[in-house]
């Protein structure tokens, strides 16, 4: 499955983005999907999950109550909904899908247990 991450851009503190993860190959609702972001001279970190189905996720503090994560099944697509954004969001947002569920917020935040990846898109949140 290869995987086209799209939507990012250069935003206002406060501003709001959709972030877009396109998915060809396969069908979306095979996969369970996660979005990570690396800013800069960092490691790369975990921001949201998702669910075969859409109806379960998990978020990292950093985000949770600011961002959605969702997906559109019939049109293979998954989305990342960032608002009241901060500079400290600035970095590339990748998307990643895997086979099966994970059972524990730890295994859904490590990059490790995901198969595919997308190519990133830059955020990037300035005054």
């Known amino acids: 499955v290869q995987l086209q991450a799209s939507g990012g851009g250069l935003v206002q503190p406060g501003g709001s983005l959709r972030l877009s993860c396109a998915a060809a190959?396969?069908?979306?609702?095979?996969?369970?999907m996660a979005w990570f972001r690396q800013a800069p001279g960092k490691d790369r970190i975990f921001v949201a999950y998702?669910?075969?189905?859409?109806?379960?996720?998990y978020y990292s503090p950093s985000v949770k109550g600011r961002s959605t994560i969702s997906r559109d099944n019939a049109k293979n697509t998954g989305f990342l909904q960032m608002n009241s954004l901060k500079p400290e969001d600035t970095a590339v947002y990748y998307c990643?899908?895997?086979?099966?569920?994970?059972?524990?917020?730890?295994?859904?935040?490590?990059?490790?247990?995901?198969?595919?990846w997308g190519q990133g898109t830059q955020v990037t949140v300035s005054s």
């Open positions: 190959g396969r069908t979306l609702n095979s996969y369970v």
């Open positions: 998702i669910n075969h189905s859409g109806g379960s996720t």
């Open positions: 990643a899908l895997r086979d099966t569920s994970l059972a524990s917020a730890r295994a859904m935040a490590s990059g490790g247990n995901y198969a595919y």
